[in-house]
């Protein structure tokens, strides 16, 4: 029943959202394109639920290609890629809003795990059982992790967390959904942890992005102590 009524809240209030907010979409749309080359829409290969791969949609915030520049899909503070409107878009969050069609095509929903990107977590079908829990419900525009810290938190916490909303949202249902939705709105006004911490600040902004790909997939892919995996 959880999921019926959680179905139709993100359906009812994607749909409210786009409708009120299609006038600023407009206008946000016209200066990424004035801005910077490239187009409005940033489409990017997702997991999502049960590790399905779908297109999940932003704002375009960075300058072309910015996924083969220099940190790949890490960013930092001052990141020459992020063009001047995509820095005002990244820090009131409103490069997300775009996920809002995501959330009505059934494939998002407004609250759950952020989804990864498809080569983020190396394999799905090696993912230990640690990772793979995250998958068994649909991932959110925001999430538990993301209000208790987002792109401040490793890799290996922020699992912890989407571990643990997947059992609270059995327990407690549409009030863990309520109480993050309202927690993420005053983060976004609070403008907290934008980009993405790097592992160490003594080496450089390209070694500390692969080290932390290769660390977040060996912590995935590690196997369990009595598992088969």
Known sequence: ???????????????????????????????????????????????????KEFDMYKFRTMVLNAENIGTGLFNYDNDPRVTRVGRFLRETSIDELPQLINVIRGEMSLVGPRPPVKNELGDYNL??????????????????????????????EKINYDNQYVEMVKKNGLFVDIKILLLTIINVFRKKDIYEKKVSSDINDEESAKIAALEVIAKAQEKESGSDF
């Open 127 to 156: 993912l230990n059982s640690r990772y793979k829990k995250r998958f068994q419900v649909l991932p959110g525009i925001t999430g538990l992790a993301q209000i208790s810290g987002r792109n401040e938190l490793p890799w290996d």
């Open 1 to 51: 029943m959880y999921f019926l009524f959680k179905r139709l809240m993100d359906i009812f209030l994607s749909s409210i959202g786009l409708l009120i907010l299609s006038p600023c979409l407009a206008v946000i749309a016209i200066a990424v394109k004035i801005d910077s080359d490239g187009p409005v829409i940033f489409k990017q290969k997702r997991l999502g639920l049960n590790g």
